[in-house]
């Protein structure tokens, strides 16, 4: 099984997972591509929110933590010279709580998929600047 | 600007990114998901192929080599240990050439964009081991 993109003309590719799922890939209007899809960079990070943020919802549900809401916020600081990678990444876990008296079981969630489990952040920590917070809204 | 990742429920998060398209991610069924949408680590391989791939294509058009087609395909190594990451990752670029006389100015491009200017590459190199060939059909 491996991962198939499909050049599709222009700047656009058509990928198929390993999982099945089919994602079209496109650069911008400014770059020769139309936007008819995500940018291939950008996927990255895609990657690292879906890892991390998987992570801690298993791990909550295990600790019995219920009833939150979470969205997760990456920002990114590009080098300016080729090749162009993630000079640095920011982390936001943004969550809403009805019990506050879970605030030490999300930390201890989230610094187990950061420092244990998240493959992909363990990955991007070798060529980026990683760093992550915890937001209560 | 910055990429916002929101958690739907079970394992699902729906991802928009900085270019304003959206995606949706999701955990198989064996890992506790409903197989939504696509594995946040699979994301790695895709942004590897387009990044590579739209390098290839945007070169070869500067080099006016057209009439061909192009599948990348993206094998990989997992390990076995947490966190998992890719140990192994080999690009197979499986072209098409109408015209073969045009195979040196394909490996040429194949290899700028793997030495030069993939930034996708050149993060994951940090971490795994990364192959690559050429392949003509």
């Known amino acids: 099984m491996a991962l198939i993109s499909e050049f599709k003309g222009?700047?656009?590719?058509?990928?198929?997972?390993?999982?099945?799922?089919?994602?079209v890939l496109d650069a911008g209007v400014s770059s020769g591509g139309q936007d008819k899809g995500v940018r291939p960079k950008e996927l990255?990070?895609?990657?690292?929110s879906g890892c991390t943020g998987m992570d801690v919802v298993s791990i909550l549900k295990k600790m019995k933590v219920e009833n939150y809401t979470l969205r997760i916020e990456v920002e990114n600081e590009k080098t300016e010279e080729h090749p162009v990678i993630y000079k640095k990444i920011h982390l936001k876990y943004i969550f809403h709580l009805e019990d506050e008296s879970k605030k030490d079981k999300v930390e201890k969630a989230v610094n187990l998929s950061q420092e244990r489990y998240c493959g992909v952040s363990d990955m991007l920590k070798k060529s980026s600047e990683l760093t992550y917070e915890i937001i209560y809204e």
């Open 10 to 23: 222009g700047m656009e590719f058509l990928a198929k997972t390993e999982s099945g799922h089919e994602l």
């Open 44 to 48: 990255l990070l895609v990657g690292l």
